[in-house]
């Protein structure tokens, strides 16, 4: 071959694969002339030329055929030339497999398809076989291979054939994707490359869709990942839109199936496909997946907003919608329960949701008032705790669609851009959900207000009567629009719409300051959640319906309806797995209980049932089988692993495996540090406040494994380890959190030793004297270190002195325990203990009603039985062990015992009792808080739990180590207080916790100061008290505790049960006692100055405004003496006021006479005030401002949220009205008073579901 032939010969094979059709004519020319035993490839080259010009011309030219004329190709004179020239072709193989396809392209282009598929080469391997590779052949041999096996799968769909053709077209995609490898790719080679995968992707997409191809095909993403990897190849040029060919889909349709089978594969859960996987440096499955996900994402979307334009006002853009939908589907997934932090990248969820939220933002700009992006505006904002920017979007969302609404009911005419009404009244239930989850009596007024709208807007889509179908409801009620309306909303939203108008109208009887209005507003609500109950909405079984309403129910002191709707929705059958969905995280239905187990074990408290109580309490955790599930390990050296993981790693520690714990949410770790709360105030109920104290360790530890150490700026750090420890003093022994939380098999099987009196055995002196009390912690002893100590115990596993107090502690109620004041009856919790019976349970009937009492475990004590119920399984393993055992599971087949209560509920919990737990179906987001707001968060939890640790010690007479807890909890309030003055937002002030906020930094500054109060009390310091509870009310004037213990000081005062405060302070002379009854001063040790016009002794009696007379001194003369106002000039004003209310004085007739001393008190002739050192009582109009100004506050504490059911407010304000005289107010206060104690439980209710009554 001569050098022009071959020069000739590789510009006719640029030309072709360039697609220069114009200069082939010429090139053609001079290969037959120099290269004249190349007449194959002429030819070939010569019919390529005029099929390529007639399909232009037909593009060009609309045409009613798809197929081109086969006169204008002369097809039947071309062919049989090419059969020829195969024919003769022995020499070069490349020619002869080009003309082959070249024949079949010309059958096709003139519509003979059968033909076609017979012309064309089968497989592409036999006319290879003298070739080196695939790889090694030219470039237009590529083409020819890759248009040979598009027409051969062309021409067997058109024949309904799909799964042959999808067999060719993966056959052929291995020398695709290599060839794609190399650059730059020819004009043709890309044009037949896109044809190729176009007609591959589409045909895949209809697979998918009519069910010839599933999901779980490893290779079933290969069409889409070599279509992605055919425009990666593009260099130098942007993502193209538009059309490929004439005919052919819009580009960004193979995008959007590409996305739309990725979005299946995670709603489906499915494994990663591996076929032609893109590389990647992610190793975990879902995290590929995630980013494949993310690309392809960014593709569809650059292609889509930019080929769409702004719409008309009769123009909807629907494809952006259901991108959207698309978008916020994988998102509800990705973000939920069942992927993890490590699945999603760098950020997390939070990056995740900010992502979403500015594809929103961007999608807003290609539509008019979408409803459907104002929707999810509200969800993502939501999502990352963006609450007024979310609210003002659900504002605007609820404007257009109401308008929407309004014009649909008035015209007739359906708009296509409104939200449908199950979507409607879907947003508007999660927005009042919200309000109450996260928001302030500002978000529950709202949230009312929403609710009585929603109420209104359900009511147009009530349900037809059962045993009657939906049509005949149409017909029945002769309006089609509204009849037609209710098809379109099902069951379940209903149901929820009705959950949500009763949590609202729950959340609202909480904040409202009509106390008359409450009980009707519960009330209210009650109906609303057994009408979200109802069996014709198919949701009988919802567990967030279940929990509202035994919550509110309790509140009400319905305490037997109570326990049935618990008792129904722990007895439900946990959902198979197959139907709990993506959405679900692992073991989501054992967390969901965790509040019903809280609620449970309060409920029986409440009936004075703390054995039982402490049972549910341990059935909260053990419902996870094995603690490791749980909490990972029992080895708590990591302790927050969740935050401290990848550091560990990166330092070659050694990492233990997490547990639940580590991906449930604040909220849920502190349901859980709630329980243990609730396990120690049951401990200190029957054991006695000393086993509390040495308990509380456990709490500490327990905080640090579930939120970690509570860090703050060095600048702020406090002398002082951050790390929650209890004080020196703080723990009898310590207890290992192995042996509580972590408890083990072999310890119940074995001997269970309960909580020791350990004062008994060993007596400590403090620093400020000789006190006797339970062994404290050694103060040169780390916490995590000290050995426990050894204890003996007898055959039932107690201490002499522990068996005792547990004997004697489960009748009655500690009175310290109980703040002051206990109204219980006595009697009652006698008839309450549980006992042993080897036979079935039975209904207990107290006070006339029945409810259920749980069987005892064999080997439960029965009255007078030998061994003592173990009643914390956890915390009562007090022995120290080096390995975690998983403890057994309890049967809870006691939970089925029992009679059905008089409350109502009845029929409701007998038709759900065996059935299936029902996973609520509209969960709110799981919200991503700062790192800021999550560590105010855990600062506000840890000072109530040293609060909580100061009230044990304070009610076991441990004043220093108390005063030492109370130091603890007011430190990081100090702390606390400077993080919020700092922050930028503004969102949080020292007066407001924000949203989400459990507590502002002045109601935790009113509970420091009124725990001070309440241990100066314990100190016979009322003053001091006094103090301290002003110091409360000042930082949070409605602070039921610092209202109810000042109130009654000022009682106090009013009735003189109280000495004055000496105004002179005493002098400390050595070899002096200095004791009083009040303030530690003997005011007999001081000289007491005399005078002419007084009695050397001073009045015992109350002074009122008067000065003393001498004794014996008439009173005729009273009219004509001058009384002296020290002070007050004659003709003062002040002095007329005085003597009103002298004259107003409430004192008897006799008590205006004269007093034990012989001083005249009321009256025109009352002498001078004694000076204040001299004074031995209070004037009269101070008592009657003390008595008044208590009144005022408890008064308008029992008419608060917090203050409605608190029994000590209304002892306090009942003994407020025997004081005034108002005996018959008093007594309904007083009997109102048992009513509330009768349903009091150790704790209040609002410690569980974290304050709320949205689970």
């Given at each position: 071959?001569t050098?022009k032939?071959?020069h000739y010969?590789q510009?006719?094979?640029?030309?072709?694969c360039?697609?220069?059709w114009?200069?082939?004519p010429?090139?053609?020319?001079k290969?037959?002339?120099h290269?004249?035993?190349?007449?194959?490839?002429?030819?070939?080259?010569?019919?390529?030329?005029?099929i390529?010009?007639?399909?232009?011309k037909?593009?060009?030219?609309?045409?009613p055929?798809?197929?081109?004329?086969?006169?204008?190709l002369?097809?039947?004179?071309?062919?049989?030339?090419?059969?020829?020239?195969?024919d003769?072709?022995s020499?070069?193989?490349?020619?002869?497999?080009?003309?082959?396809?070249?024949?079949?392209w010309?059958h096709?282009?003139?519509?003979?398809?059968n033909?076609?598929?017979?012309?064309l080469?089968?497989t592409?391997?036999?006319?290879f076989t003298?070739?080196?590779?695939?790889?090694?052949?030219?470039e237009?041999t590529?083409?020819?291979?890759l248009?040979?096996?598009?027409l051969r799968?062309?021409c067997?769909i058109?024949?309904?054939?799909?799964g042959?053709?999808?067999?060719i077209?993966e056959?052929?995609?291995p020398p695709l994707s290599?060839?794609?490898a190399?650059k730059p790719?020819?004009?043709?080679?890309?044009?037949?490359?896109e044809?190729?995968l176009?007609?591959?992707s589409?045909?895949?997409?209809?697979?998918?869709?009519e069910?010839?191809?599933?999901l779980?095909d490893?290779s079933c993403?290969?069409?889409?990942?070599?279509w992605?990897?055919?425009?990666?190849?593009?260099?130098?040029q942007?993502?193209?839109?538009?059309?490929?060919f004439?005919g052919?889909?819009?580009?960004?349709?193979?995008?959007?199936d590409?996305?739309?089978a990725?979005?299946?594969i995670?709603?489906?859960?499915?494994?990663?496909p591996?076929g032609?996987?893109?590389?990647s440096?992610?190793?975990n499955a879902?995290?590929?997946l995630?980013?494949e996900?993310k690309?392809v994402?960014?593709?569809?979307e650059t292609?889509l907003?930019?080929?769409?334009q702004?719409p008309?006002?009769?123009?909807?853009r629907?494809?952006?919608?259901s991108?959207?939908?698309?978008?916020m589907r994988n998102?509800a997934?990705?973000?939920?329960?069942?992927?993890k932090e490590?699945?999603?990248g760098?950020?997390?969820?939070?990056?995740l949701?900010?992502?979403?939220?500015?594809i929103?933002?961007r999608t807003?700009t290609?539509?008019?008032?979408s409803t459907?992006?104002?929707?999810?505006?509200f969800?993502?904002?939501l999502?990352?705790?963006?609450f007024?920017?979310?609210?003002?979007?659900?504002?605007?969302?609820?404007?257009?669609?109401t308008?929407?609404?309004a014009?649909v009911?008035?015209t007739?005419?359906?708009?296509?851009?409104?939200?449908?009404?199950a979507?409607?009244l879907?947003?508007?239930?999660q927005?009042?959900?919200?309000?109450c989850?996260?928001g302030?009596?500002?978000?529950?007024?709202?949230?009312?207000d929403l609710?009585?709208?929603?109420e209104?807007?359900?009511g147009?889509f009530?349900?037809?009567?059962?045993?009657?179908?939906i049509?005949?409801?149409i017909?029945?009620?002769?309006?089609g629009?509204?009849?037609?309306?209710?098809?379109?909303v099902?069951?379940?939203?209903?149901?929820f719409a009705?959950?949500?108008?009763?949590?609202?109208q729950?959340?609202?009887?909480?904040?409202?300051?009509?106390?008359d209005?409450?009980?009707?507003?519960?009330?209210?609500?009650?109906?609303?959640?057994?009408?979200s109950?109802?069996?014709?909405?198919?949701?009988?079984?919802?567990?967030?319906?279940l929990f509202a309403?035994s919550l509110l129910l309790?509140?009400?002191?319905?305490l037997?309806?109570?326990?049935e709707v618990?008792?129904?929705?722990l007895?439900?059958n946990?959902?198979p797995?197959e139907?709990?969905g993506?959405l679900?995280?692992a073991?989501?239905?054992e967390r969901l209980?965790i509040?019903l187990?809280?609620l449970?074990?309060?409920?029986?408290?409440a009936?004075?049932?703390?054995?039982?109580a402490?049972?549910?309490?341990?059935?909260?955790?053990?419902?996870?089988?094995?603690?490791?599930?749980?909490?990972?390990?029992?080895?708590l050296?990591d302790?927050?692993?969740s935050?401290?993981?990848n550091?560990?790693?990166?330092k070659?520690e050694r990492?233990h495996?997490p547990?639940?714990v580590d991906?449930?949410?604040?909220?849920?770790r502190?349901?859980?540090?709630e329980v243990?709360?609730?396990?120690?105030?049951?401990?200190?109920?029957?054991?006695?406040?000393d086993v509390a104290?040495?308990?509380?360790?456990e709490?500490l530890?327990?905080?640090?494994?579930?939120?970690g150490?509570?860090e703050?700026?060095?600048?702020?750090?406090?002398?002082?380890?951050?790390?929650?420890?209890?004080?020196k003093?703080?723990?009898s022994?310590l207890?290992?959190i192995?042996g509580?939380i972590?408890g083990?098999?072999?310890?119940k099987?074995?001997r269970?030793p309960s909580?020791?009196?350990?004062g008994?055995?060993?007596?400590?002196k403090t620093?400020?004297?000789?006190?006797?009390?339970?062994?404290?912690?050694?103060?040169t002893?780390?916490?995590?270190t000290?050995?426990?100590?050894i204890?003996?115990?007898?055959?039932?596993?107690?201490?002499?002195?522990?068996?005792f107090?547990?004997?004697?502690?489960h009748?009655k109620r500690?009175e310290s325990?109980r703040?002051?004041?206990?109204?219980?009856?006595r009697?009652?919790?006698?008839?309450?203990?549980?006992?042993?019976?080897?036979?079935p349970?039975?209904p207990?009937?107290v006070?006339?009603?029945?409810f259920?009492?749980p069987?005892?475990?064999?080997?439960?004590p029965?009255?007078?039985?030998?061994q003592a119920?173990?009643?914390f399984?956890?915390?009562?393993?007090?022995q120290?062990?080096?390995?975690s055992?998983?403890?057994p599971?309890?049967?809870l087949s006691?939970?089925s015992t029992?009679?059905?209560s008089?409350?109502?509920?009845?029929?409701?919990s007998?038709g759900?009792?065996g059935?299936?737990q029902l996973?609520p179906?509209?969960?709110?987001?799981?919200?991503?808080?700062s790192?800021e707001?999550?560590?105010?968060?855990?600062?506000?939890?840890?000072?109530?739990v040293?609060?909580?640790?100061a009230?044990?010690?304070?009610?076991?007479n441990?004043?220093?180590?108390c005063?030492e807890?109370i130091?603890?909890?007011q430190?990081?309030?100090s702390l606390?207080?400077?993080?919020v003055?700092k922050?930028?937002?503004g969102?949080?002030?020292?007066?407001?916790?924000g949203?989400a906020g459990?507590?502002?930094?002045?109601?935790?500054?009113?509970?420091?100061w009124?725990?001070?109060?309440?241990?100066?009390?314990l100190k016979e310091?009322?003053y001091?008290?006094?103090?301290d509870f002003e110091?409360a009310l000042?930082?949070?004037p409605d602070h039921?505790d610092?209202?109810i213990?000042?109130?009654?000081i000022l009682?106090?005062?009013?009735s003189e049960?109280l000495l004055?405060?000496p105004?002179v302070?005493?002098?400390?002379?050595?070899?002096?006692?200095i004791?009083?009854?009040?303030?530690?001063?003997?005011?007999e040790k001081?000289?007491k100055?005399?005078s002419?016009?007084?009695?050397?002794t001073?009045?015992?009696?109350?002074?009122?405004?008067?000065g003393?007379?001498?004794?014996?001194?008439?009173?005729?003369n009273?009219s004509?003496a001058?009384?002296?106002?020290?002070?007050?000039?004659?003709?003062d004003p002040?002095?007329?006021?005085?003597?009103m209310?002298?004259?107003?004085?409430?004192?008897?007739p006799q008590?205006?006479q004269t007093?034990?001393s012989?001083?005249t008190f009321?009256?025109p002739?009352?002498?001078h005030?004694?000076p204040?050192?001299?004074?031995?009582?209070i004037?009269?109009?101070?008592?009657?401002a003390?008595?008044?100004?208590?009144y005022g506050?408890l008064?308008?504490?029992?008419?608060?949220?917090?203050g409605w059911?608190?029994a000590e407010?209304?002892?306090?304000?009942?003994?407020?009205h025997?004081?005034s005289g108002?005996?018959?107010?008093?007594?309904?206060?007083?009997w109102?008073?048992v009513e509330?104690?009768?349903g009091?439980g150790?704790r209040?209710w609002?410690c569980?579901?974290?304050g709320?009554?949205v689970?």
């Amino acid at each position: 071959m001569t050098t022009k032939a071959a020069h000739y010969l590789q510009q006719l094979d640029v030309a072709r694969c360039e697609g220069n059709w114009d200069a082939l004519p010429e090139l053609i020319r001079k290969v037959r002339k120099h290269a004249p035993d190349r007449a194959c490839l002429a030819l070939t080259a010569e019919t390529e030329h005029a099929i390529a010009i007639a399909t232009s011309k037909q593009n060009s030219v609309p045409r009613p055929s798809t197929a081109v004329s086969a006169k204008e190709l002369e097809a039947s004179a071309q062919v049989p030339k090419l059969l020829e020239a195969i024919d003769a072709e022995s020499t070069h193989v490349e020619n002869k497999f080009q003309a082959q396809v070249c024949t079949g392209w010309l059958h096709w282009v003139v519509g003979e398809y059968n033909l076609a598929a017979i012309r064309l080469p089968k497989t592409l391997e036999p006319e290879f076989t003298q070739i080196d590779s695939f790889d090694n052949s030219s470039e237009w041999t590529k083409v020819c291979a890759l248009k040979s096996a598009y027409l051969r799968a062309n021409c067997l769909i058109r024949a309904n054939q799909r799964g042959d053709a999808l067999d060719i077209f993966e056959g052929a995609l291995p020398p695709l994707s290599s060839t794609l490898a190399n650059k730059p790719l020819g004009k043709q080679l890309r044009y037949w490359s896109e044809l190729f995968l176009t007609e591959f992707s589409m045909n895949v997409s209809q697979a998918f869709e009519e069910g010839e191809k599933k999901l779980e095909d490893p290779s079933c993403l290969s069409s889409y990942r070599v279509w992605a990897k055919y425009w990666e190849g593009t260099t130098g040029q942007l993502l193209q839109g538009g059309y490929g060919f004439s005919g052919s889909v819009p580009r960004r349709r193979v995008w959007y199936d590409y996305y739309s089978a990725l979005s299946s594969i995670i709603e489906e859960d499915l494994q990663f496909p591996t076929g032609n996987a893109p590389v990647s440096a992610e190793s975990n499955a879902k995290s590929r997946l995630r980013v494949e996900l993310k690309k392809v994402e960014a593709a569809y979307e650059t292609l889509l907003l930019s080929e769409t334009q702004f719409p008309r006002a009769d123009e909807e853009r629907g494809e952006v919608e259901s991108f959207i939908h698309v978008v916020m589907r994988n998102w509800a997934i990705m973000a939920g329960r069942s992927w993890k932090e490590q699945d999603l990248g760098p950020g997390g969820r939070e990056n995740l949701s900010r992502g979403v939220l500015d594809i929103l933002y961007r999608t807003a700009t290609k539509t008019y008032h979408s409803t459907a992006i104002l929707r999810h505006l509200f969800t993502i904002h939501l999502a990352v705790a963006e609450f007024d920017l979310a609210f003002k979007a659900f504002d605007s969302y609820l404007d257009i669609v109401t308008k929407g609404k309004a014009r649909v009911e008035k015209t007739g005419h359906d708009e296509l851009n409104l939200d449908s009404d199950a979507q409607f009244l879907e947003t508007v239930a999660q927005c009042i959900t919200a309000l109450c989850r996260y928001g302030d009596r500002a978000a529950a007024e709202k949230a009312r207000d929403l609710g009585k709208e929603l109420e209104v807007w359900v009511g147009k889509f009530s349900a037809p009567q059962p045993n009657r179908s939906i049509p005949d409801a149409i017909s029945e009620t002769g309006n089609g629009n509204l009849a037609n309306s209710y098809q379109d909303v099902p069951s379940s939203v209903l149901s929820f719409a009705w959950q949500a108008i009763g949590m609202a109208q729950a959340q609202w009887s909480r904040m409202t300051y009509d106390s008359d209005a409450r009980t009707e507003i519960q009330a209210n609500a009650i109906r609303s959640l057994k009408r979200s109950l109802s069996p014709q909405y198919g949701c009988s079984s919802d567990t967030r319906s279940l929990f509202a309403l035994s919550l509110l129910l309790a509140e009400r002191r319905e305490l037997s309806t109570a326990i049935e709707v618990v008792k129904a929705a722990l007895m439900m059958n946990k959902p198979p797995p197959e139907e709990r969905g993506v959405l679900s995280g692992a073991y989501l239905h054992e967390r969901l209980l965790i509040p019903l187990w809280h609620l449970l074990a309060l409920v029986m408290s409440a009936r004075q049932d703390y054995v039982t109580a402490a049972r549910f309490c341990e059935g909260a955790l053990e419902q996870f089988k094995d603690p490791v599930i749980l909490f990972g390990t029992s080895d708590l050296k990591d302790h927050f692993r969740s935050e401290h993981l990848n550091e560990s790693e990166a330092k070659g520690e050694r990492v233990h495996p997490p547990g639940l714990v580590d991906e449930m949410d604040d909220f849920e770790r502190e349901s859980i540090l709630e329980v243990k709360m609730t396990q120690l105030s049951l401990v200190e109920m029957m054991e006695g406040p000393d086993v509390a104290v040495n308990a509380s360790y456990e709490l500490l530890s327990l905080f640090s494994r579930l939120f970690g150490s509570v860090e703050t700026p060095s600048s702020m750090k406090p002398q002082k380890s951050i790390m929650p420890l209890p004080p020196k003093s703080s723990a009898s022994t310590l207890r290992s959190i192995k042996g509580t939380i972590f408890g083990s098999r072999s310890e119940k099987r074995g001997r269970r030793p309960s909580f020791s009196r350990m004062g008994n055995n060993v007596n400590e002196k403090t620093s400020d004297g000789a006190q006797d009390r339970p062994l404290t912690m050694q103060t040169t002893t780390s916490a995590l270190t000290t050995t426990p100590s050894i204890q003996i115990t007898g055959e039932n596993g107690l201490t002499p002195a522990s068996a005792f107090r547990s004997r004697s502690s489960h009748g009655k109620r500690s009175e310290s325990t109980r703040r002051g004041n206990s109204l219980r009856k006595r009697e009652s919790s006698k008839k309450r203990a549980v006992s042993a019976s080897g036979g079935p349970r039975r209904p207990t009937l107290v006070d006339g009603d029945a409810f259920f009492t749980p069987a005892e475990d064999p080997g439960s004590p029965g009255p007078g039985g030998e061994q003592a119920y173990d009643f914390f399984t956890f915390s009562s393993k007090r022995q120290a062990s080096t390995v975690s055992i998983p403890p057994p599971i309890r049967s809870l087949s006691f939970l089925s015992t029992g009679g059905a209560s008089n409350g109502g509920m009845s029929d409701a919990s007998g038709g759900i009792a065996g059935a299936t737990q029902l996973l609520p179906t509209t969960l709110l987001p799981v919200i991503q808080f700062s790192k800021e707001h999550d560590k105010r968060r855990r600062t506000t939890i840890l000072i109530k739990v040293w609060l909580m640790i100061a009230g044990f010690y304070r009610r076991a007479n441990m004043l220093n180590d108390c005063r030492e807890a109370i130091g603890e909890a007011q430190k990081y309030t100090s702390l606390l207080e400077k993080e919020v003055s700092k922050d930028p937002s503004g969102d949080v002030s020292i007066a407001h916790s924000g949203w989400a906020g459990y507590k502002s930094v002045e109601q935790l500054h009113g509970d420091c100061w009124a725990e001070l109060g309440k241990l100066a009390l314990l100190k016979e310091q009322p003053y001091t008290a006094r103090a301290d509870f002003e110091a409360a009310l000042t930082h949070f004037p409605d602070h039921p505790d610092a209202i109810i213990g000042l109130s009654k000081i000022l009682l106090d005062l009013y009735s003189e049960k109280l000495l004055p405060d000496p105004a002179v302070q005493p002098l400390h002379l050595p070899g002096t006692s200095i004791t009083s009854a009040t303030t530690g001063v003997s005011l007999e040790k001081i000289e007491k100055p005399t005078s002419s016009g007084m009695s050397t002794t001073l009045p015992s009696g109350p002074l009122g405004l008067g000065g003393g007379i001498k004794p014996g001194e008439e009173h005729a003369n009273n009219s004509k003496a001058v009384p002296s106002r020290p002070g007050l000039p004659p003709g003062d004003p002040r002095r007329n006021v005085l003597d009103m209310l002298n004259q107003s004085s409430p004192l008897s007739p006799q008590q205006q006479q004269t007093s034990a001393s012989g001083v005249t008190f009321g009256g025109p002739g009352e002498a001078h005030l004694p000076p204040p050192y001299k004074a031995k009582s209070i004037p009269v109009v101070d008592r009657l401002a003390a008595r008044d100004r208590a009144y005022g506050l408890l008064s308008g504490l029992t008419k608060l949220g917090a203050g409605w059911n608190h029994a000590e407010a209304w002892f306090a304000l009942a003994r407020a009205h025997e004081e005034s005289g108002q005996e018959d107010k008093a007594k309904d206060v007083l009997w109102w008073c048992v009513e509330l104690e009768e349903g009091t439980g150790v704790r209040g209710w609002g410690c569980v579901g974290c304050g709320g009554y949205v689970l």
